[in-house]
């Protein structure tokens, strides 16, 4: 695996672990953040494999499964654009006050489960290309 791969990777992963790390401290608006942050770096390893240039500096997943030529089914679809709302929406005070009350324990815990089954399945697909 080549070093621009294997940097993506490796950063996807640390992301997933803060993920969980703020998962299990109960910081749970970072949680989002964080789930949408290893996505977007995995994101960023497929579109770097498809055009062997390192991926643009956009954070919308969507666009950037679009970039790295992943076919995605509605629900993969919808997540992905659900998550990319809280890169944006958690880093500014207006939109904080209302996340903070919408991010309790059980709807981060559903978005962590489900922020790692994608993140699996992009990982083995990835893996399966090179």
Same mark, same amino acid.
């Given at each position: 695996?080549?070093?621009?791969?294997?940097? $993506? *990777?490796?950063?996807?992963?640390?992301? %997933?672990?803060?993920? &969980? @790390?703020? %998962?299990?401290?109960? +910081?749970? *608006?970072?949680?989002? #953040?964080?789930?949408?942050? @290893?996505?977007? &770096?995995? !994101? =960023?390893?497929?579109?770097?494999?498809?055009?062997?240039? #390192?991926?643009? +500096?956009?954070?919308? !997943? !969507? +666009?950037?499964?679009?970039?790295?030529?992943?076919? %995605?089914?509605?629900?993969? &679809?919808? #997540? *992905?654009?659900?998550?990319?709302?809280?890169? !944006?929406?958690? +880093?500014?005070?207006?939109?904080? =006050?209302?996340?903070? /009350?919408?991010?309790? /324990?059980?709807?981060?815990? &559903?978005?962590?489960?489900?922020?790692?089954?994608?993140?699996? $399945?992009? =990982?083995? =697909?990835?893996?399966? /290309?090179?």
């Amino acid at each position: 695996m080549n070093e621009d791969l294997q940097y $993506w *990777l490796d950063i996807a992963e640390y992301d %997933l672990g803060t993920a &969980k @790390a703020m %998962l299990d401290s109960g +910081r749970y *608006l970072y949680v989002l #953040f964080m789930c949408q942050q @290893a996505i977007e &770096k995995l !994101l =960023k390893a497929h579109v770097t494999y498809v055009t062997s240039q #390192f991926p643009p +500096r956009l954070h919308n !997943l !969507l +666009r950037l499964a679009e970039l790295a030529q992943l076919d %995605l089914n509605d629900n993969t &679809k919808s #997540f *992905l654009e659900k998550l990319s709302y809280y890169y !944006l929406e958690c +880093r500014y005070p207006e939109d904080r =006050k209302s996340m903070v /009350k919408e991010a309790t /324990k059980q709807v981060t815990e &559903k978005y962590y489960q489900h922020t790692v089954e994608v993140y699996q $399945w992009l =990982k083995e =697909k990835l893996i399966l /290309k090179t």
